[in-house]
């Protein structure tokens, strides 16, 4: 009897290319096996569906790490020491929002969104990969902030988390501007307003210098 396996045209790093793809554009609850399984082609069956990959929780949580390892690096400069600190929060900002409209993916970034990727609690687990990945940008954020205010770039007296939520949030709602349509024109001009908030707290440490020469 002949023992059923992989076809020979299943190639498994494009497999998992493919699963990204759904994932990312419907979260982990609302993409069905049915759905990988087609977006996989080769007539993969169940049974080597699971033998490839486990579960589809297992196969989110490579799909998680492949995303990780590739689109989510455009926000790793906000720990590059050698860049200024608001120059490092820009270009997170301006590289993340050009990733989430590119053409060849879905809008939106996959960690944002990924609040909405496992909603019940039976599947909560499959989401902490997303959970860290926005932790560790919001750290990056509040890293930057205190650094400007070590360097003397920022007042003394600013709240570092409280001005690096303000960076924090508008990241994350760049994931509903995108899948809503709005231009990335205008987004890039937000951009540009919302770094108004640093350069306000610069400005008021050079006032309080000026004051202090006087």
Known sequence: MAVMGRPRTFDRDKAIDEALQLFWQNGFEATSLS???????????????????????????????????????????????????????????????????????????MVGLGVMSAPSDA???????????????????????????????LDASIEAQGLAAVFDAFLMGLSVLARDG?????????ISHVMLAWDAAARSQRGAARAGKA
């Open 123 to 153: 599947h909560a687990s499959v989401s902490i990969g997303l959970t860290r990945s926005r932790s560790r940008t919001r750290k990056g954020f509040i890293a930057c902030v205190q650094r400007g205010i070590d360097r003397g770039d």
């Open 35 to 109: 759905q990988l399984k087609a977006a996989m082609g080769g007539g993969i069956s169940a049974p080597s569906f699971y033998a490839a990959f486990g579960s589809k929780e297992a196969l989110f949580q490579e799909c998680v790490q492949r995303y990780l390892e590739t689109y989510a690096q455009v926000t790793e400069c906000l720990w590059d020491t050698d860049m200024a600190p608001r120059d490092a929060i820009e270009t997170a900002l301006r590289q993340s929002a050009r990733m989430q409209y590119e053409r060849g993916h879905p809008k939106g970034c």
């Open 182 to 190: 709005v231009r990335l024109s205008t987004v890039e001009a937000g």
